[in-house]
């Protein structure tokens, strides 16, 4: 009887543990669904619900659950939160040895980390990444070599920040994730900014400009190419053609949050050229769009250039409006080494490129070559077995056509036989004829 009781109350608890599994996925279910269809706050209540349990399921269903809500919380600009949830998530991903989750986890949090300009922490979980990246895909791959790359930029190291960008170049071409490559190129385009290559940062931006096109949301990219363009010429007192390129972005301007960095820098090219009206608007439109989400470096370079603009225009005190939205104390932490200077490094990092550029030229060539030489030998190798295929033919119809000629020629003997037996019987008889 003992053993009855315990056999259903084994069962009964079988059945209620898997209820909660499938009750766990079911709510992980209903919140990727909602997540698919950006339905972010009714997805995070199912996820707050699903680990809220005491049963959550298994550990792999509960660490997505923690990335997937961290992932929410970041869209929705909530960094502790979303950095709290990866921990949670990473955490069990290393308990059950979930190399994948973990790499992604760890560049998730290192996206963090470079957002709030703590790039220390930024690079060691990118490299993190980076380092668990035989398990995870080829494209997570190209993501973590992007991460470090743009990490080591800001930290100055032009030299090894490249070498990063350029793999996640070449995976991302291999792949033919043309958004992906686009930003690679504008990261390389910036780089090569930065240290002062100039004629490869207009290469990397125009091709840019000729991927956007197949990308997922070309205006995006158009938009940051010409810019980058335009600030090129800039940099360059290209004014004339830094205004076209500037222009021509604003063609293509995407979110309205970034038009203030157009805006910005067509007022300090129209200040430049002394066309103080058109700066005056310029800035302006930068201000309208940059006073609540704008970024403190830009907002203390319009405070500049408005102040220039209005001292030339013998106006000081039309100062005061802006000089109290923008406080001029809130000047850009900049990196020691965010601009290249050295002669001897810029030379060794363009070298660096152009031994890239050989290299991945040799290897093009001589997967040509591979290709030519395989077809070659490959069109032998078909010649040849045809070729001996066609003496087969060729042996067996001769032999054929011998054996009919041979065995004609035995007919003909044949028909001489007889015709000259007849001949010597009709001989006999027209003897005996004459004789008689």
């Known amino acids: 009887m003992k053993s009855l009781i315990y056999f259903i109350l084994g069962i009964l608890i079988s059945s209620c543990s898997d209820v909660y599994v499938l009750?766990?996925?079911?709510?992980?279910?209903?919140?990727?669904?909602?997540?698919?269809?950006?339905?972010?706050?009714?997805?995070k209540s199912k996820l707050d619900l699903l680990l809220s349990k005491e049963d959550k399921g298994n550990p792999d269903l509960v660490a997505k659950a923690y990335y997937l809500r961290g992932f929410i919380a970041y869209l929705d600009n909530e960094s502790k939160n979303a950095y709290s949830d990866y921990l949670d998530a990473l955490e069990i991903a290393k308990e059950i040895g979930d190399g994948k989750t973990e790499s992604r986890l760890f560049?998730?949090?290192?996206?963090?980390?470079?957002?709030?300009?703590?790039?220390?922490?930024?690079?060691?979980?990118?490299?993190?990444?980076?380092?668990?990246?035989?398990?995870?895909?080829?494209?997570?791959?190209?993501?973590?070599?992007?991460?470090?790359?743009?990490?080591?930029?800001?930290?100055?190291?032009?030299?090894?920040?490249?070498?990063?960008?350029?793999?996640?170049?070449?995976?991302?071409?291999?792949?033919?994730?043309?958004?992906?490559?686009?930003?690679?190129?504008?990261e390389l385009g910036k780089l090569q900014s930065r240290a002062g290559n100039l004629d490869l940062a207009y290469k990397h931006y125009n091709e840019v400009v000729d991927l956007a096109p197949l990308t997922n949301n070309p205006n995006k990219y158009l938009w940051m190419a010409y810019t980058n363009l335009g600030n090129l010429a800039q940099k360059s007192d290209e004014l004339d053609k830094a205004e076209n390129f500037l222009t021509q972005a604003l063609k293509y301007k995407g979110?309205?949050?970034?038009?203030?960095?157009?805006?910005?820098?067509?007022?300090?090219?129209?200040?430049?050229?002394?066309?103080?009206?058109?700066?005056?608007?310029?800035?302006?439109?930068?201000?309208?769009?940059?006073?609540?989400?704008?970024?403190?470096?830009?907002?203390?370079?319009?405070n500049t250039?408005?102040?220039?603009?209005?001292?030339?225009?013998?106006?000081?005190?039309?100062?005061?409006?802006?000089?109290?939205?923008?406080?001029?104390?809130?000047?850009?932490?900049m990196q020691e080494k965010s601009w290249l200077k050295d002669e001897e490094e810029k030379i060794a990092l363009l070298t660096k490129y152009q031994d890239y550029e050989r290299e991945k030229a040799e290897k093009e060539q001589y997967a040509k070559t591979s290709w030519l030489m395989a077809f070659i030998m490959t069109f032998i190798f078909v010649s040849g077995v045809l070729s001996m295929r066609l003496w087969k033919i060729y042996n067996y119809k001769s032999a054929q056509k011998g054996h009919a000629l041979i065995k004609n020629s035995n007919e003909m003997v044949y028909l001489l036989d007889m015709f000259k037996k007849e001949k010597e019987e009709m001989k006999k008889v027209m003897d005996q004829k004459i004789g008689a």
Not at 111 to 136: G, V, W
Not at 160 to 179: C, F, G, P, Y
Not at 305 to 333: C, G, R, V, W
């Open 23 to 43: 009750e766990t996925q079911n709510l992980y279910d209903q919140a990727s669904n909602l997540y698919r269809t950006q339905e972010y706050d009714k997805a």
């Open 305 to 333: 250039a408005l102040k220039k603009t209005f001292e030339k225009l013998n106006q000081p005190d039309s100062l005061l409006h802006y000089t109290m939205l923008i406080n001029d104390m809130a000047l850009p932490m």
């Open 107 to 186: 560049n998730e949090i290192g996206q963090i980390f470079y957002e709030r300009e703590l790039y220390t922490q930024a690079l060691q979980n990118f490299k993190a990444a980076l380092s668990l990246a035989d398990q995870a895909t080829y494209q997570d791959k190209a993501y973590y070599h992007f991460g470090v790359g743009k990490t080591l930029l800001c930290l100055g190291e032009f030299d090894s920040a490249m070498e990063h960008l350029l793999d996640a170049v070449d995976i991302n071409k291999k792949l033919r994730n043309d958004n992906s490559l686009a930003v690679d190129l504008l």
């Open 255 to 302: 979110s309205e949050n970034q038009l203030w960095i157009t805006y910005n820098n067509l007022g300090k090219i129209y200040n430049s050229k002394g066309e103080y009206e058109k700066a005056w608007n310029c800035f302006k439109r930068s201000l309208a769009y940059n006073s609540e989400k704008g970024e403190m470096n830009e907002l203390a370079i319009t």
